[in-house]
T-cell receptor, first 113, second 117 residues
Framework: KQEVTQIPAALSVPEGENLVLNCSFT??????LQWFRQDPGKGLTSLLL?????REQTSGRLNASLDKSSGRSTLYIAASQPGDSATYLC????????????FGPGTRLSVLP | DAGITQSPRYKITETGRQVTLMCHQT?????MFWYRQDLGHGLRLIYY???????DKGEVPDGYVVSRSKTENFPLTLESATRSQTSVYFC????????????????FGPGTRLLVL
């Protein structure tokens, strides 16, 4: 059974710092890996999707990498801003799970002004 | 463009009562999903549907019932609510999968916070 973990569970940084969020998964047989953002009291918004054949994806100040062989992904946020404060969830879509994702528990990020 | 909506946004009920959470999407996406989110567990899949009249169990289906008579609606019913079903419930939708493409994502509603007393 695929399991997804995220480290750290919570992170607090001053504005302007570069930071890295980590995601690990136990089974490398995946279609893709996705990073979501969740704001308090709201749903999830997709940030970056990396297909299994890709190594990384970039969007603005965000860069996500994927190493399937080691079962790891990182989300790099450059020059963090208070507006980046949210919970970040990692999710994988396993081969044997149809259209469904398996989610990690998330990392709660606070960027202090 | 409303996208995907959930109602009610907040619900308080008592143990043993039946509760129905509604989900509506305006994109005509084939796939729809129900998740629950609990502290320490992340999101866990309850049920999903590949099309109208086609539903299947996810990771934690016990105590829940779903139906999908129309593509745009996917209600989730707790037949006899229990305290362990206190949670935040998210509905999501996704367009028809490109089987080998792996490019599709899921679009989430704002969630329903359910408290079972």
């Amino acid at each position: 059974k695929q399991e997804v973990t995220q480290i750290p569970a919570a992170l607090s940084v001053p504005e302007g710092e570069n930071l890295v969020l980590n995601c690990s998964f136990t089974d490398s047989a995946i279609y893709n890996l996705q990073w979501f953002r969740q704001d308090p009291g709201k749903g999830l918004t997709s940030l970056l999707l990396i297909q299994s054949s890709q190594r990384e994806q970039t969007s603005g100040r965000l860069n996500a990498s994927l190493d399937k062989s080691s079962g790891r992904s990182t989300l790099y946020i450059a020059a963090s801003q208070p507006g980046d404060s949210a919970t970040y969830l990692c999710a994988v879509r396993p081969w044997n799970y149809g259209q469904n994702f398996v989610f990690g528990p998330g990392t709660r990020l606070s960027v202090l002004p | 463009d409303a996208g995907i909506t959930q109602s009610p946004r907040y619900k308080i009920t008592e143990t043993g009562r039946q509760v129905t959470l509604m989900c509506h999407q305006t994109w005509s996406h084939s796939y729809m999903f129900w998740y629950r989110q609990d502290l320490g567990h992340g999101l866990r899949l309850i049920y999903y549907s590949a099309a109208a009249d086609i539903t299947d169990k996810g990771e934690v289906p016990d105590g829940y019932v779903v139906s999908r008579s129309k593509t745009e609606n996917f209600p989730l019913t707790l037949e006899s609510a229990t305290r362990s079903q206190t949670s935040v419930y998210f509905c999501a939708s996704s367009p028809l999968a490109v089987l080998a493409g792996g490019r599709e994502t899921q679009y989430f509603g704002p969630g329903t916070r359910l408290l079972v007393l």
